[in-house]
């Protein structure tokens, strides 16, 4: 038996159905609209999203303006939470606060009173350790509310109303920046010089049709609250402006300190924006740990009120602009601040805007609230002179004015028919107090009446005329530029421009202490650097199931070369090896060398050397040295192996060399001309010797007017001379002969 769907209960709302993408889809967009609209970007007319307006319009009705004692911090938050913005108040506070930082702010709106965070990058204390107030820039903000500059709209719960925006005379949303991340789109707008944009505007309101070129005459670029220098070309930051994105480079102030017996240090001044100063220098100190700053030795920070970060070269003979390059290169040095000026122009439509586009968005604000001012103030003139002609009534008939309200029950409707008043003139007589007759002075009446109507006819005047209503703009603009622009305190550009320093590639070695360093690395891959140039065949501690390796005498200033049998080649710096006290350090933590690989040879490396390269199955080729550095840990691929093949030969072309000598697992040997041997970078190369079984045991390359040598157990050298060598002389891939009597068992040259 089927059941039937249950009968719709009378009065309910209907159900409707509809597929659920659809609904899912049309819900989101509900979502990601909210977001967009209330959360994540700035309106262009002031600059602010709905959190920031609410905590100034609140603090504004606390009485908390500039002079006025300060308040609790979770007394503001409070009432911003419980009046405007129904979130929670770490949102809130977190907003109130960066107000507040002059470090993440160029013109700060609150005033703080407490710990409020610092550029190391610490969090502010709670709420109630903290007090705030509004500052000068805030108030410039709000100037005209009390005067109907903007629409008010009911806050959330109908008991309250609130701006829908500020009417802010200046430029906010550029003077101070804004960043925010929405659905699907996000907004990042650097803060700039304030006189420099009132620069911009006067301009733009003497010159409508002015383009983004233009303007930029007057904005040279963005102006951060904690300096630094901008070292982006002026066509991409052309661009940037001109499109509405692009980025911008921003580096570190630095300048050499001279200190005694030719020594230097490096001091950064400015850092970048919004990079925290203490992860800053944790980061550099991390790479002068990992060894991928050769050139440092240490980095402290000595900052007091200001920032000084003292930077020590590992030898006063590194060229400064070297080691700055390597630590912009590597480290928050230096920053791409990414440019997207996407707003809500009227407060709906997200675009993104250009710098001129941005600029007309508040001039054509500032021209509303203008007008709407003029308006309201027009209203309250009109409203004051029909009180004051109604006082100059009652000052003509004083007299009888004073008996009708002594003598009549009701004096309102008498005065009005008697002398023709209206009824707000009458009851503005009637509300008189007594001590205000002596005040109804027929001279100071007229004269303000006189006074009101000559700024009446001025403001009808400046409704009616454009470009009066231009010309009050540029006044009101000249004075924020007065308060805030480049000659007030604090006022003065504080990033500068500099074209990034053309810096000649000088080898590193070139600029460190060359000072006799001893290699060893144990056959297990545990290296170090002994100081001095030591016996190599003194007695070393070796690691329990260890011995020697590779032990060799370097330089500081050198270059290593590890072969490793899976045919890559490693670079190492001999000045970055572990001092020799103990027993070094695993190789494989400074080279990305597979464990199952092993380390075939392990040599300085000398320019213009030839190398020659063969791996177990034959295979071989003459390398030129120069080309197998690597630049990263992963090193550089130079032997291609096939199969179980394995890298087994890795030695040094003598010069004047002109054989090459191969022997087999088999103990055959073949010698053949050095010259049938290809030089090349990388690759399997060619055929040295052809096996029946096994592979290649060893090959090394001779000059043979001196014979052939090698070893014998006795540590004694043996040669075969040149004409003994004939029998064993053939093509190359041969499969040679036996070796002589008396070559060593192990089937190796040494």
Known sequence: MSKQPPSQTAGAPAIESEPLDRAIGRRYLQYAL?????????????????????????????????????????????????????????????????????????????????????????????????????????????EGLAENAVDFRPNYDGTREEPVLLPAAFPNLLANGASGIAVGMATNI??????????????????????????????????????????ESPENIREAYRTGRGGIRLRARWHVEKLPRGQWQAVVTEIPFQVP??????????????????????????????????????????????????????????????????????????????????????????????????????????????VLEGYLVAFLNLDRVIEIIRTEDEPKPVMMAEFDLSEVQAEAILNMRLRALRKLEEMALRKEHEALLVERAELEDLLESERLQWRRIADELGEMQRKFGSEAPGGARRTGFAAPAEVEEVPLEAMMEREPITVVCSRMGWIRALKGHVPLDQELKWKD???????????????????????????????????????????????????????????????????????????????????????????RQVVNLKGDARLRVCRPVGEGDDHVAVVGENRKLLVFPLAELPRMSRGKGVRLQKYRDGGLSDARTFRLADGLGWKDPAGRTRTVRAEELSEWLGRRAGAGRMAPRGFPRDNRFT
């Open 190 to 231: 650097p803060p700039h010089n304030l006189g420099e944009l009132i620069d911009a505007l006067l301009h733009l309101i003497d010159t409508p049709e002015a383009d983004d070129d233009a303007l930029l005459a007057h904005v040279k670029g963005p102006d951060f609250p904690t300096g630094g220098v901008i070292v």
């Open 545 to 635: 199931g260890d011995g020697p390796g590779f032990v060799f005498h370097a330089e500081t200033t050198d270059r290593l070369l590890l072969f490793g049998s899976n045919g890559r080649c490693y670079t190492l710096r001999a000045a970055d090896l572990p001092g020799g006290r103990g027993m070094g350090e695993p190789v494989r933590l400074m080279v990305e060398l597979p464990n199952e690989a092993g380390i075939v040879a392990l040599m300085p490396h000398r320019p213009g050397r030839e190398l020659l390269l063969a791996s177990s199955a034959g295979d071989g080729f003459v390398a030129p040295e120069d080309q197998l550095l690597a630049q990263t840990r992963s090193g």
């Open 277 to 386: 100063k203490a992860r800053l220098i944790e980061k550099i100190a991390a790479l002068i740990a990992a060894r991928k700053l050769p050139l440092l030795a240490d980095i402290r920070d000595e900052s007091a009120e200001d920032v000084r970060i003292v930077l020590e070269p590992k030898s006063k003979n590194v060229v400064p602009e070297v080691l700055m390059e390597a630590l912009f290169r590597l480290s928050d040095l230096e920053i791409r601040f990414p440019v997207n000026m996407n707003v809500l122009i009227d407060g709906l439509t997200p675009k993104v805007c250009s710098l001129g586009e941005l600029l007309r968005a508040f001039l054509a604000h500032r021209r509303e609230v203008l007008l709407r001012r003029a308006r309201h103030r027009l209203g309250r003139i009109d409203g004051r002179l029909e």
């Open 34 to 142: 909210s977001t967009i609209m209330n959360r994540a970007l700035p309106d262009a007319r002031d600059g602010l999203k709905p959190v920031h307006r609410r905590i100034l319009y609140a603090m504004r009705e606390l009485g908390l303006e500039p002079g006025r004692p300060f308040r609790k911090s979770a007394k503001i938050t409070g009432d911003v939470m419980g009046n405007y913005h129904p979130h929670g108040d770490a949102a809130i506070y977190d907003a109130l606060a960066r107000l507040a930082q002059d470090f993440n702010m160029r013109y700060p709106l609150v005033e703080g009173q407490g710990n409020f965070g610092n550029i190391d990058g610490d969090n502010p204390a709670a709420a109630r350790y903290t007090e705030a107030r509004l500052t000068e820039a805030a108030m410039a903000l709000m």
